[in-house]
């Protein structure tokens, strides 16, 4: 079966960076887009970045433009989200998601 696992949230200051990533097994990784979402308390979750199966072609949301970016490693089947300059408003869990399947999120907060 699917299987999406995050790892590499924590607690950040202002400015800082992290890298997540979503180990994902159960299909063949490299045929399909992956994405990641996320969702802070009391808000629904919303979209955070795309990448095509091909890693040729990417997406984001516009108030992560610029400072996230989303690759993948086919040969390791996981794909990642580095994210600089954060900010106290992507305090959020994290989620990775390939067409209807979530993982199990990873938590992000950002605070001095």
């Known amino acids: 079966q699917v299987q999406l696992v995050e790892s590499g949230g924590g607690l950040v200051q202002p400015g800082g960076s992290l890298k997540l990533s979503c180990a994902a097994s159960?299909?063949?990784?490299?045929?399909?887009?992956m994405n990641w979402y996320r969702q802070a308390p009391g808000k629904e979750r919303e979209f955070v970045a795309a990448?095509?199966?091909?890693?040729?072609?990417?997406n984001y949301a516009d108030s992560v433009k610029g400072r996230f970016t989303i690759s993948r490693d086919n040969a390791k089947n996981t794909v990642y989200l580095q994210m600089n300059s954060l900010k106290p408003e992507d305090t959020a869990v994290y989620y990775c998601k390939m067409n209807d399947n979530w993982g199990q999120g990873t938590q992000v907060t950002v605070s001095s």
């Open positions: 990448i095509g199966s091909s890693d040729s072609r990417t």
């Open positions: 159960g299909f063949t990784f490299s045929t399909y887009a």
